[in-house]
């Protein structure tokens, strides 16, 4: 009866629309983020193209899940009970009954095949913003899981010097935001040559920095030459690996500079080194994106998990992108939203 009440009422327009304008973490995130590429990207993708149209549209229930994530809540069963919420149905675009939890799962399988071009189209649409600036950086970062995911494996964290069970992710961020542009997930936290080209190809298609700094793991002649044809400046710690001898510099764009010029051309040591000094800041970002929900991600297999770690990185654009539209001098940095 009470049930039956609630909509009557919300068949009256000015409710709906009291309601909608409720303030919360959620409705904040979901405030200037149009998802309905995501339809497109959902009729191109499923099997059957014959059928009933689904009662729910991924549009909505992609922003329920946000909602959820926005709220804290990170288990299926637990976003299920959410959604059941009046105001939670009317943000995200439920006109009824909201989906239950084996929808919600099912939808979170089907989003394993097209996570990674939601997450590319939300990086365009923060580089059309000018969100963006011009110095980008990469790191890798682990992904820890329980035992009992049998696609995890163990490998090796030679940061923390110690081992881990689970899988890895190459992250590049904007130093000044410290927002995602491009994302690799792997099988371990060390990465090789394939999967540092992979990850510059997936930044170049959002945006082109001028400078790119890593660390020692990222000192690869191949990845420099490829930035330097693309006319970006690599910034990378000089990594003796195996080679006994005495290296004369910190930075391997001093000596590639170098030979190109026949030493005619030298760089600041000065300016090599204070631009080397923000990459202190993907520590920073990783931080905050292992805080939002990428710390011991509660699914099991390697699709689940690279789903749900998009999930986590759209959701860090999505906070970014409606902090930006709000009010452009926002700290991007920071993850807290005024209500």
């Known amino acids: 009866m009470q049930g039956q009440c609630i909509e009557e009422l919300l068949k009256k327009g000015w409710i709906r629309d009291a309601l909608s304008k409720t303030k919360s973490r959620g409705s904040t995130t979901l405030k200037y983020l149009d998802l309905s590429f995501v339809n497109d990207l959902y009729e191109h993708k499923k099997e059957n193209k014959k059928g009933c149209p689904p009662t729910y549209l991924p549009d909505a229930k992609l922003k329920g899940i946000l ?158 030459d490829m930035l330097l044809e693309e006319r970006i400046l690599p910034i990378m710690h000089y990594n003796p690996r195996n080679n006994k001898n005495k290296y004369p510099f910190q930075f391997r764009i001093e000596e590639l500079v170098q030979k190109k010029t026949d030493g005619k051309v030298s760089l600041n040591i000065k300016q090599l080194r204070k631009g080397y000094k923000k990459r202190i800041e993907i520590e920073h970002a990783i931080s905050m994106i292992k805080d939002l929900g990428l710390e011991f991600p509660q699914v099991k297999g390697f699709k689940a998990v690279k789903t749900h770690t998009y999930l986590i990185l759209i959701y860090r654009l999505a906070i970014g992108i409606s902090k930006f539209i709000d009010n452009p001098n926002n700290n991007l940095r920071k993850i807290n939203i005024e209500l």
Not at 156 to 161: P, Q, S
Request: glycine residues 8%; aromatic residues 12%.
């Open 67 to 224: 909602y959820c994530l926005a709220s804290g809540k990170k288990r299926i069963r637990g976003m299920a009970r959410m959604l059941k919420g009046t105001i939670a149905k009317i943000i995200c675009g439920f006109d009824h009954n909201s989906p239950s939890a084996s929808t919600i799962s099912r939808f979170f399988r089907f989003l394993s095949g097209i996570i990674e071009a939601v997450f590319h189209h939300l990086a365009l649409f923060a580089t059309s913003l000018g969100i963006y600036d011009s110095t980008f950086l990469i790191d890798t970062t682990s992904i820890e899981v329980l035992q009992d995911d049998v696609e995890g494996k163990w490998n090796y964290d030679a940061t923390k010097k110690k081992w881990y069970y689970g899988y890895g992710l190459e992250l590049i961020v904007d130093w000044k935001t410290h927002l995602p542009v491009a994302v690799v997930f792997t099988n371990g936290k060390h990465v090789g040559t394939k999967e540092i080209t992979e990850g510059i190809q997936r930044m170049m298609l959002v945006k082109k920095p001028l400078t790119f700094i890593g660390d020692g793991e990222f000192d690869i002649r191949t990845i420099h």
